[in-house]
Nanobody
Framework: QVQLVESGGGLVQPGGSLRLSCAAS????????MGWYRQPPGKQREWVAG???????NYADSVKGRFTISRDNAKDTVHLQMNSLNPEDTAVYYC?????????WGQGTQVTVSS
């Protein structure tokens, strides 16, 4: 069983930055591919970024060049650095751990971009 706890969300002005963190426990973190997803108000959950066990990363077009995903296997943590935020980035952000056919979600952290 994997437990994931997100943190770092909050209210930020347009153009600002936030760094989200997702701490994992209960498993060998380094063996899981990790991802960040988000669910804007009234919309479906969407994929934002992913990072493999080997550190390879990819991004949704909407965040490419603004967001950076990284992982620290020594601390069982994955981060999402978000820069140049705009109101369309407002959402609940979730991290996901996946290994073969098993996957686990965190409880989410709210990010609100507003002036």
């Amino acid at each position: 069983q994997v437990q994931l706890v997100e943190s770092g969300g909050g209210l930020v002005q347009p153009g600002g930055s936030l760094r989200l963190s997702c701490a994992a426990s209960g498993t060998r973190f380094s063996s899981y591919d990790m991802g960040w997803y988000r669910q804007p108000p009234g919309k479906q959950r969407e994929w934002v970024a992913g990072i493999t066990t080997r550190g390879g990363s990819n991004y949704a077009d909407s965040v490419k060049g603004r967001f950076t995903i990284s992982r620290d296997n020594a601390k069982d943590t994955v981060h999402l650095q978000m820069n140049s935020l705009n109101p369309e980035d407002t959402a609940v952000y979730y991290c996901k751990a996946q290994r073969y056919g098993s996957f686990y979600w965190g409880q989410g952290t709210q990010v609100t971009v507003s002036s």
